[in-house]
């Protein structure tokens, strides 16, 4: 389930095993009320809380919702985060009889991560629907040759993996809250850059791409 509980246009994700009522939840950063709440709709215990990254707008309720449900906190090993289970690089949780896979993704932050659940990924601010996540001196910690790395290990994952971002940001006409791998492929101006020197020349020209091809 995708939810918009605050931020700039923050999505925040809880999903579940029906059959055994297990939940996890990623980047709870407003309103954990509204968690708990979906979760008792939907039949689900939240049994973990999963951070992509330590930015306020993904984890700033993440302690009161610890506090509300039980759940166990967690996020990747360089991520400051008081009370989390540390995660790194392959590490996997299990949910009922499936399974979590956590992918290391640094780049907008130095411990940034990925959650793979059957075939939807949560990149967090790593990728976006046709966009990517910030570097450079507004992100403190973030690093361009880290994101270009992390972008290129998940578009090995399967073209149909579907992509659930940690924000709205789709710039084209209409909406899109989701995407999948293959679709960032074919679509994503950064995705479509040969190599990194085309990477980092993209990202310091954004605001002239984007004005030259109506993206908003």
């Known amino acids: 389930m995708q939810l918009h509980l605050g931020g700039d ?23 954990p009320g ?9 039949g689900l215990k939240i049994k973990y809380i999963l951070i992509t990254h330590n930015h306020s707008d993904h984890m700033a309720s ?20 008081e009370g989390a ?11 009922g009889d499936r399974t979590i896979e956590i992918l290391s993704t ?9 959650y793979l659940f059957e075939n939807r990924l949560m990149t967090g601010d790593l990728l976006f629907c046709g966009k990517v996540g910030g570097t450079g001196p507004g992100f403190p910690g973030s690093h361009a040759r880290s994101e270009w790395e992390s972008l290129q290990k998940i578009m090995r994952l ?6 659930f971002p940690g924000h709205d940001y789709y710039g084209g006409e209409g909406e899109m ?5 293959g679709y960032e492929k074919q679509h994503n101006p950064f995705l479509l850059c040969r190599n990194f020197s085309e990477f980092c020349l993209l990202k310091e020209n954004w605001a002239d791409y984007k004005a030259e091809h109506g993206i908003r």
């Open 158 to 163: 399967p073209e149909s993996t579907m992509v």
């Open 9 to 31: 246009r923050n999505f925040s994700y809880l999903f579940g095993d029906a059959l055994s009522g297990e939940g996890a939840v990623v980047d709870p950063g407003f309103r």
């Open 106 to 114: 640094p780049g907008h932050t130095v411990g940034h991560m990925c």
């Open 34 to 42: 509204g968690f708990v709440a979906a979760a008792e709709r939907h």
């Open 177 to 181: 809250p989701h995407s999948t791998i």
């Open 62 to 81: 993440a302690g009161e919702l610890v506090r509300f449900s039980g759940a166990r906190l967690y996020a990747g090993k360089n991520e400051v985060l």
């Open 85 to 95: 289970v540390v995660l790194s690089d392959g590490d996997s949780l299990p949910l």
